[in-house]
């Protein structure tokens, strides 16, 4: 059983129809036996780092996502603001703890006027790296594809894991793999079927 988490800020229908159409089995919850339950756990996100984290924190399930994850080695998918609330910290209105599952912190795209890129990064994009092949819920995926971004903020970290990068303005983390922890900083559930082949890799995985 899967169980996506609720953080209260979260537009939840989008990964619900995904999970539908794969047929998966799962509930969409914001109780700590629901998440001790649960074979995987996907944390969706729409909104701001700040009042995302203090939500879980209010819900009690800060320590329990941490808990299941690193000591019971649980499969996690974050997505969106869900990926960047798995780092240690968060910068979006001002200084905040994340999940703090994997090191790093989230800042917002540092951008060169002279570029006429803007922010928020909306719209469709493509996935680089050597490292690709060997991020599990990437296999049938090539290097070049394309999937759908909606965001201000990104993730910077040092930690070893397995990356792959986007290019706006300069390249930023768009898909990791720590163990069996998991982010990708588009939607997989808004890519078509290339984004559904992310979700049905990632519910397949086991640890």
Same mark, same amino acid.
């Given at each position: 059983?899967?169980?996506?988490?609720?953080?209260? %800020?979260?537009?939840?229908?989008?990964? &619900?129809?995904?999970?539908?159409?794969?047929?998966?089995?799962?509930?969409?919850?914001?109780?700590?036996?629901?998440?001790?339950?649960?074979?995987?756990?996907?944390?969706?996100?729409?909104?701001?780092?700040? &009042?995302?984290?203090?939500?879980?924190?209010?819900?009690?399930?800060?320590?329990?996502?941490?808990?299941?994850?690193? /000591?019971?080695? $649980?499969?996690?998918?974050?997505?969106?603001?869900?990926?960047?609330?798995? #780092?240690?910290?968060?910068? &979006?209105?001002?200084?905040?703890?994340?999940?703090?599952?994997?090191?790093?912190?989230? $800042?917002? #795209?540092?951008?060169?006027?002279?570029?006429? +890129?803007?922010?928020?990064?909306?719209?469709?994009?493509?996935?680089?790296?050597? /490292? +690709?092949?060997?991020? /599990? *819920?990437?296999?049938?995926?090539?290097?070049?594809?394309?999937?759908?971004?909606?965001?201000?903020?990104?993730?910077?970290?040092?930690?070893?894991?397995?990356?792959? @990068? %986007?290019?706006?303005?300069?390249?930023? *983390?768009?898909? #990791?793999? $720590?163990?069996?922890? @998991?982010?990708?900083? #588009?939607?997989?559930?808004?890519?078509? %079927?290339?984004?559904?082949?992310?979700?049905?890799?990632?519910?397949?995985?086991?640890?």
């Amino acid at each position: 059983m899967i169980t996506v988490i609720n953080c209260g %800020t979260s537009n939840l229908r989008s990964v &619900e129809k995904a999970l539908v159409k794969l047929g998966a089995e799962f509930i969409v919850s914001d109780k700590k036996e629901d998440i001790e339950s649960a074979s995987h756990l996907i944390l969706p996100g729409v909104g701001a780092f700040g &009042e995302t984290m203090k939500n879980l924190h209010n819900l009690g399930l800060v320590e329990c996502i941490r808990k299941e994850v690193l /000591e019971k080695k $649980k499969p996690i998918l974050g997505i969106c603001l869900g990926m960047q609330l798995l #780092f240690s910290t968060g910068e &979006e209105g001002g200084i905040n703890n994340g999940i703090g599952l994997v090191r790093g912190v989230v $800042k917002k #795209f540092d951008l060169n006027p002279g570029k006429r +890129i803007k922010i928020p990064h909306i719209g469709w994009n493509d996935i680089l790296g050597d /490292e +690709i092949r060997d991020i /599990e *819920i990437l296999k049938e995926i090539n290097e070049g594809t394309n999937f759908y971004f909606v965001h201000s903020y990104h993730a910077v970290s040092d930690e070893k894991m397995k990356k792959a @990068f %986007t290019n706006y303005g300069y390249d930023f *983390i768009s898909v #990791f793999q $720590k163990g069996n922890i @998991f982010g990708t900083q #588009f939607h997989p559930e808004k890519s078509q %079927t290339e984004g559904l082949k992310i979700i049905k890799n990632f519910i397949s995985y086991n640890a």
